[in-house]
């Protein structure tokens, strides 16, 4: 076994495979700022899919140690059989711990593991110094079970002063929650790892580029702040929609996985979901079958592009570069009008238990406007004195503009969403064709009620709703 050490660092790799230095060019704004809380904590979890730049960040924690040792393991293939994943951490822990060298784990079948995880936890009360291990890519051992003994013994009790990060794509699934109570256990996740805006441009401008807040911001939302994505946009030298075309048709593999890629029934399924913006297991149920929950439960085992929405992992989202992958499959193999169906049957879904917005989302996408514009002169009115106007506008920008022009009620709804966005040009254009609408239809209460919206927008004065409840401005750069 090789092993090489970076004395600057105090990291000891105890692996043949040496993680690979990140190019110079490479540029990780939020990970140059290592939180004292997160270097302190005594169990550190990294999750994130490929290109979120979890060793990276493993790096920079591991040397905030008061210059203590670290040691560095990178699983392999084979540290899947039980005994074979002890004996190699410890002889890269025999590196700075030579109470270790002489420790030996049965092969085979001939030790359980409740026997080999006794003798693990033997042999390290008998450490004498601190140990800071590192196990990357710890997604290597899978999504069984088979090895949540050895991890929680390598977890150490508390006393010992010891620290463990594991670096994985996949939720690492133990029971270490209780530590959070203390702080004292961590986790890292996509979201915490992932560009924002801000972060986008400067990845740009170390590119020698500038570019807007507006456009950073929609490239960080469809690419779901990917980092090495984003860096790879901005080395490409491409306009930016050439680029995110050509980094989705490159990274495309990487994205399904092998297990999606070879199963039918589970890549059909992964293709029509792709549409959802969150997966409910009931809803998923309700549009594809009962069978659904558990292709369901089975996606984040398969896929680190699939993430969960909160640690209980009941819900998940796809990644959004994911879903823009699977959705051009899905477009390809049963065309725009399939996919309008799929909307469909996943709106009715939606509505079947309870929640409107996304069914409306849904139909918008389906392209059945009537029926959102039905939606929008019922419910709007209502969800506006709720102080839901923020939803109302994305309705509205999902029309077409013909739908907003011919229609007097949805005029006057996009006048008031327009008055509270700001946007007082559009807001009078808005009212004054509600009002010249409905006095062609004769309809004086509401030709009036425009007129005096209009009036009020000229003044640029502050509306109240006829129930006098405050709305909650939008803001117009969010």
């Known amino acids: 076994m090789r092993r090489t050490t970076y004395p600057a660092a105090g990291i ?13 060019t490479v540029v990780l704004p939020r990970l140059q700022r290592v939180d004292g809380a997160v270097a302190s904590a005594r169990i550190v979890a990294i999750e994130a899919p490929a290109g979120y730049g979890k060793t990276t960040l493993a790096r920079q924690i591991a040397p905030h140690s008061g210059g203590e040792p670290w040691v560095w393991y990178r699983l392999r293939q084979r540290d899947r059989s039980p005994s074979g994943f002890l004996t190699s951490v410890f002889h890269a822990l025999a590196e700075q711990h030579p109470e270790l060298s002489e420790v030996a784990f049965p092969v085979g079948d001939e030790a359980t593991v409740t026997e080999l995880a006794g003798l693990a936890h033997t042999a390290l009360e ?8 590192v196990l990357d890519d710890l997604h290597v051992l899978g999504p069984s079970g088979s090895m949540r003994a050895f991890l929680e013994v390598l977890a150490f009790p508390a006393f010992t002063q010891c620290h463990l990060v594991c670096v994985s794509r996949f939720q690492v699934d133990l029971p270490w929650t209780f530590e959070s109570a203390q ?33 950073s911001t929609e490239l960080t939302d469809r690419l779901d702040g990917w980092p090495s994505a984003i ?14 075309r050509q980094l989705l048709e490159q990274r495309a593999p990487v994205l399904l996985g092998t297990r999606l890629m070879q199963d039918p029934r589970l890549a059909d399924f992964f293709q029509r979901t792709s549409l959802m913006r969150e997966l409910e297991p009931a809803v998923c149920a309700h549009a594809f079958g009962p069978e659904a929950r558990d292709l369901l439960s089975m996606a984040p085992a398969v896929n680190s592009f699939v993430l969960p929405v909160g640690r209980q992992g009941v819900r998940v989202r796809y990644h959004r570069a994911l879903a823009a992958v699977l959705t051009d499959m899905l477009r390809a193999r049963i065309g725009v009008e ?19 917005a996304e069914a409306v989302y849904h139909l918008i996408q389906a392209g059945d406007w009537a029926e959102v514009a039905d939606t929008l002169r019922e419910r709007a009115p209502r969800m506006m004195e709720q102080g839901l106007i923020n939803q109302v506008g994305e309705w509205l920008a999902g029309l077409p503009e013909s739908q907003l022009r011919d229609n007097p009620a949805l005029s006057y709804i996009e006048g008031i969403v ?57 803001d117009p750069h969010d």
């Not at 008998?126 to 291990?133: G, S, Y």
């Not at 399939?338 to 409107?356: D, K, L, P, S, Y």
């Open 12 to 24: 000891t790799v105890g692996n043949d495979a040496v993680p690979s230095r990140r190019p110079a």
């Open 126 to 133: 008998r450490v004498r110094e601190p140990i800071r291990l």
């Open 183 to 215: 702080d004292r256990f961590i986790l890292i996740g996509p979201d915490d790892l992932a560009f924002t805006p801000e972060e986008t441009q400067l990845v740009f401008a170390a590119h020698g580029l500038r570019i807007s807040r507006r456009i």
């Open 231 to 244: 860096q790879e946009v901005a080395a490409s030298g491409l306009p930016i929609p050439d680029a995110e």
């Open 338 to 356: 399939g996919v309008r169906e799929v909307h469909r049957t996943i709106a009715a879904a939606w509505r079947q238990e309870g929640n409107e």
């Open 418 to 474: 327009d008055m509270h966005s700001g946007y007082l040009t559009e807001a009078r254009a808005a009212f004054l064709r509600a009002r010249e609408s409905y006095a062609r239809e004769g309809r004086a209460e509401e030709a009036s009620l425009s007129s005096y919206w209009l009036a009020s927008a000229m003044l640029n004065q502050p509306i109240r709703l006829p129930a006098q409840v405050p709305i909650t401005p939008i």
